[in-house]
């Protein structure tokens, strides 16, 4: 009646593959013939991945179904990188295979996952039962099945980066793990409150290589701007000077910061004149909000800075460093006295934030979540998805733009309407 297989080993696996792979490859074969990209992937982490599976995780030993719990996280591979259209190294389907917020894609493995979850459905069983059940060798610890398969995704991360082949691969993989780093892979790719979580195909298929550390050339080559050498990483990308792309970048963040200062009624300026005096070239204020708290306005300076720079590779939090050594000591001094604080909000190419920006982002969440008569929750979820799509485009944007891909790139924007 519910759905569990008894008997022996050899049916029990002959109904999982009945019921679990019956048609997988079908249905996930037609989600790499969609046209978007990232609407395709977001349906195979919500609706194909290990969620299909985990009725069986809950309720059957692992070791019965071994075989067809190994064809499936093949068949998600797989379907992975026709959607994706790359391959992925097994070093990086397994970073893939961590939940986002460890930097991965949320596309668990049920070999790494499934004793984890028969372990806390046997333990929430027996608690609700209250009986004395004898202990049994496939039943580990007594954690819930999400604290479970975190600690699960920690260890590997773990391995991941002792086993990483450089400092940029150390650091990147330590800097995804940052508080909301990940929002841009979760983000519903939605109209609803405008295109701020809708990517282009190459847009979300560079973000994602670079998330993987995967490639993004299959060769050096001089940038088209300033003819320095690309790595095949794109790096260069993230800090060359040429061109507006830079300005673009931090423009785009800073005019929905705008934007979610207005959800909350909160009157905020543009590129607020006058803060600090009548002297040139000192406009703090990208974002000024006149009356913020004791009487008090808030001129919020947005930057971006890249982790893998030369300066940064060895920083342990390189937006932290860049907001103080960049900005509050470049600033503070001048706001003393003045009727305005200054807050420095920083991001990193890889998502992170630093603790300053963050506090005040949270509490111009508040303030537009009430205006906006939706939970703190919702509103948050669809803040920071907007924020990280948002800087994941510009920053994919940044390497295509020097790349040589734009032929290629503008063919996929037929359906897309963005001021880049």
């Given amino acids: 009646m519910l759905g569990v297989p008894l008997g022996s080993d050899s049916k029990t696996a002959a109904y999982v593959e009945k019921k679990l792979l019956n048609r997988l490859s079908t249905m996930v074969n037609r989600l790499a013939e969609f046209n978007d990209m990232q609407s395709a992937f977001f349906l195979l982490r919500v609706s194909f991945s290990i969620v299909r599976a985990t009725h069986f995780m809950r309720t059957t030993p692992i070791s019965k179904w071994t075989q067809q719990a ?3 996280d093949k068949e998600i591979w797989d379907a992975a990188q026709g959607i994706l259209g790359f391959t992925v190294s097994e070093q990086s389907w397994k970073q893939a295979c961590l ?5 991965g894609l949320g596309l668990r493995r049920i070999v790494d996952h499934a004793d984890i979850a028969f372990s806390a459905s046997w333990w929430e069983a027996k608690n609700t039962c209250g009986e004395n059940w004898s202990s049994r060798d496939d039943v580990k610890s007594n954690l819930s099945q999400m604290r479970g398969s ?4 920690e ?3 773990k391995v991941l980066i ?7 691969d150390r ?6 793990q940052c508080e909301h780093s990940g929002a841009w892979v979760t983000a519903v790719p939605s109209t609803h409150d405008g295109n701020d979580t809708v990517m282009r195909p190459r847009n979300f298929q560079v973000a994602v290589q670079m998330r993987l550390g995967l490639p993004v050339l299959d060769e050096e080559k001089s940038c088209s701007l300033c003819k320095q050498i690309i790595d095949v990483f794109g790096d260069h990308a993230a800090c060359c000077a040429m061109s507006s792309d830079r300005i673009h970048r931090h423009n785009r963040l800073r005019n929905l910061l705008e934007r979610i200062c207005h959800e909350g009624m909160l009157s905020p300026v543009l590129e607020k004149k006058g803060i600090l005096g009548d002297v040139d070239g000192r406009r703090p204020g990208d974002v000024t909000i006149p009356v913020w708290r004791a009487n008090k306005g808030l001129a919020i300076d947005v930057a971006i800075t890249t982790p893998f720079g030369s300066h940064n590779l060895t920083c342990t939090e390189p937006c932290e460093s860049y907001a103080e050594s960049k900005k509050h000591a470049y600033y503070d001094k001048s706001f003393k006295g003045t009727a305005f604080d200054f807050a420095a ?3 990193e190419t ?3 934030v630093n603790k300053e920006g963050l506090e005040v982002l949270r509490q111009l969440f508040r303030f537009a979540a009430k205006h906006q008569s939706l939970q703190l929750s919702v509103y948050c979820g669809r803040a920071w998805a907007r924020l990280s799509c948002n800087l994941q485009n510009s920053v994919s944007q940044c390497f295509l733009n020097r790349s040589g891909s734009m032929a290629a790139f503008e063919k996929d924007t037929d359906n897309y309407d963005f001021d880049f």
Avoid: C, S, W
């Fill in 171 to 176: 650091q990147r993989l330590r800097r995804l």
């Fill in 155 to 157: 260890e590997i991360l």
């Fill in 70 to 72: 190994e064809k499936f």
């Fill in 99 to 103: 939940t986002p917020r460890l930097g």
């Fill in 150 to 153: 975190y600690k699960k995704d």
């Fill in 345 to 347: 909000m920083v991001f």
């Fill in 162 to 168: 002792e086993q990483a082949r450089n400092q940029r």
């Fill in 350 to 352: 890889t998502g992170a």
